[in-house]
DNA sequence: CTCGATCCCTGGACGC
DNA sequence: TGCGTCCAGGGATCGA
């Protein structure tokens, strides 16, 4: 489940396998999670990639211009470029010898010019791949909030203590925070000390500024260990990350808190598996959350 | 504004 | 062994 520490952990990966190469030739799977699969096959040939940024949970593989040797390219493609990549649950991007048979549920082979396959696979296709040239570029970014790593206190405390939903589900929104997702949102909550339930507005300023603190000591120590491997995240390199032996909460259900050794629970907190201490994540007055709708199937 | 429900999708876990 | 069922979850979407 590639959160922000993933996916940094990926395109740092592949800035190191394959920045300057050029795109050769694309090969296409199924599409139905790619924006315009015509666009890629138009316009990636050709191209070489200068650069690869994180964007929140998105990577942003920036691509040159083509200028074939003096005039303007017949596909218009004399304009910067990128193309974004979500890697959804399941998604993968790494560079592969072309000779290599592909793993299965591969959709995307971008053949180099160095003989390697740049190769998405997603078995879920919960991801989502994109060309895009600049504005429509700018205005798929527009919407996305701050980035957890760069944020201020005081933007922080604006973001959440404004705001009357659900810490959890503020954690989670993108256009409030970009690149948390579940577990490094149960895992600072853990760490906060702070109820997955509790309003964003009955934060103390206190418990706000701290909760900060520890989402970016936890992003941070995550990335250093290349990231959290639950099922199946592998970086760049085919690598799993390290990260998920020091979860504290999330996947912890009926094991001991490290702090208090009561036994850590879970609850759908919106509309999610969330992971917390009964004692130390005090819960809000007058919660209604159900701990476990028991096996709620669909209503009948 | 905030909520829950629903859908997308497949592999893996589990029950029988 | 093999089936059926449930579940995971990021994000979009829709109705309450």
């Known amino acids: ?135 429509p570029l700018a205005e798929e970014l527009l919407g996305f909030g701050a980035d957890p790593l760069e944020v201020s206190d005081v933007e922080f405390a604006q973001r959440i203590r404004g705001r009357r939903a659900r810490i959890k589900a503020l954690l989670l929104d993108q256009s409030v925070l970009r690149g948390v997702g579940n577990i490094y949102a149960d895992e600072s909550l853990w760490k906060a000390k702070i109820h997955p339930a509790r309003l964003g507005a009955n934060l103390s300023a206190k418990q706000a500024a701290t909760l900060r603190r520890v989402l970016q000591e936890i992003l941070q120590k995550a990335i250093a260990l290349r990231g959290s491997s639950i099922s199946d995240f592998l970086d760049a390199e085919g ?35 969330s992971y917390f201490c009964p004692r130390c994540q005090p819960a809000p007055r007058g919660l209604k959350v159900l701990p476990m709708p028991g096996k709620k199937r669909k209503k009948s």
């Open 239 to 273: 690598e799993p990350g390290e990260y998920q032996r020091h979860h504290r909460a999330y996947g912890r259900e009926g094991k001991s808190c490290y702090r208090c050794k009561t036994l850590i629970r879970r609850a759908i907190v919106a509309g999610r598996s």
């Open 1 to 135: 489940m590639p959160e922000l520490p993933e996916v940094e952990t990926v395109a740092r990966g592949l800035r190191r396998a394959i920045l300057g190469r050029r795109i050769v030739s694309v090969t296409l799977g199924k599409t139905d999670f790619i924006d315009d699969p015509v666009a890629l096959e138009q316009h990636l040939p050709g191209r070489s990639i200068e650069a690869v940024e994180r964007y929140g949970k998105f990577m942003l593989l920036r691509l040159s211009v083509v200028n074939g040797g003096g005039g303007v390219p017949a596909n218009g493609d004399a304009a910067p470029a990128s193309l974004l990549v979500h890697l959804g649950m399941t998604g993968q991007l790494a560079p592969s010898p072309a000779a290599q048979p592909c793993e299965k549920h591969t959709h995307v082979c971008m053949l180099l010019d160095d003989g390697r396959e740049l190769r998405y696979t997603d078995a879920r296709r919960f991801g989502r791949i994109a060309y895009l040239t600049e504005v």
